[in-house]
């Protein structure tokens, strides 16, 4: 079972702690993604991540960060983004999601220091390295994990406590910005979020390049380049990485046989499904069932990946 999915649009499902809590707190470790690299996504939650061992590169609407040790990083919300392991090295990282609203309870409070944050496109993210000056909000990010993992009773209310806190110094520091005029949404991540959108809800289908490009009313070139800017891959590479993603959890989760996998997620040749599901996943789809099924049959055994 994942913490969070994928709708149609690409925006991201956040699975909450609690369902009635909009607050996600984990802490978790890169080498359980596939390929050490979550999908490119979005939603409307704010999301923190602080790396706590290893190195980790992250993408924001196509510009690349490389976070190590004890650097946080703030993700703003509707931000198309994603991370991935640096070089294949190995990174733990804590990770909170929180949904805007959860500092909604005073409309005044919301609407003079929550929304104008969320709603300007000049805040994609905040970054928060080893300097001195930005340990008050590394502090406040260990705080919530320990009182996570402590879940001592009513718990729930010092975390939110501590998100205003940390939601302050995140205000203060984006003052300049946020006093300036609000701006539209950059088109091209307009465009971006169009396209990955129709691969998301298409990808059972023949895809052609021409037809991704049509989903945004561009040229097949202007999507090639967009798709280079944004997410580092030709769109046909990344249609193949989300079919190869949902065969996987098609394997997992499901009895139909390899070829109803392949031709479910859109492969129309079982040997070219095979081939690169190898490439990207080393080893073959019987071999990552067989994994799978030994994973779940014995619960003391290491548990196989999974999509966070």
């Not at 733990?92 to 220091?113: D, E, S, T, W």
């Not at 205003?164 to 307009?190: G, K, N, Y």
């Not at 030709?234 to 193949?240: A, V």
Request: aromatic share 12%.
């Amino acid at each position: 079972m994942t913490d969070s999915d994928l709708m149609e649009d690409a925006s991201e499902i956040v699975f909450y702690d609690h369902p009635d809590i909009p607050v996600y707190i984990k802490e978790d470790d890169l080498s359980e993604y596939p390929d050490m690299k979550a999908l490119c996504h979005w939603h409307e939650d704010i999301e923190v991540i602080y790396i706590t061992d290893g190195e980790m590169n992250y993408q924001i609407n196509g510009r690349s960060i490389l976070l190590k040790e004890q650097d946080c990083l703030v993700i703003n919300s509707r931000q198309l983004h994603y991370g991935y392991s640096h070089f294949y090295h190995g990174c733990r990282f804590v990770c909170i999601r929180f949904h805007p609203k959860l500092l909604g309870a005073n409309q005044m409070i919301y609407k003079n220091y929550v929304m104008p944050f969320i709603e300007n496109q000049g805040i994609e993210s905040l970054y928060f390295d080893k300097h001195l000056e930005n340990q008050p909000v590394k502090e406040l990010v260990r705080h919530i994990l320990s009182l996570k993992s402590g879940r001592e009773e009513a718990y729930e209310l010092e975390v939110i406590g501590t998100l205003h806190q940390l939601w302050r110094i995140l205000f203060r520091r984006c003052r300049s910005v946020i006093r300036q005029e609000i701006t539209p949404d950059d088109s091209d991540i307009a465009l971006q979020k169009r396209m990955v959108s129709y691969i998301y809800e298409h990808y059972r289908d023949t895809v052609i390049l021409e037809e991704i490009a049509a989903s945004a009313n561009i040229s097949r070139s202007k999507c090639c380049i967009i798709f280079k800017q944004y997410l580092q891959q030709s769109p046909i590479d990344f249609l193949n990485r989300y079919r190869l993603e949902m065969s996987r959890r098609l394997l997992e989760n499901t009895e139909y046989n390899i070829t109803q996998i392949a031709f479910s997620c859109g492969f129309n040749h079982l040997s070219y499904f095979s081939k690169i599901f190898l490439r990207e996943f080393g080893c073959t789809p019987t071999e990552y069932r067989r994994q799978h099924l030994f994973c779940v049959a014995d619960e003391s055994k290491p548990r196989c990946s999974e999509r966070l």
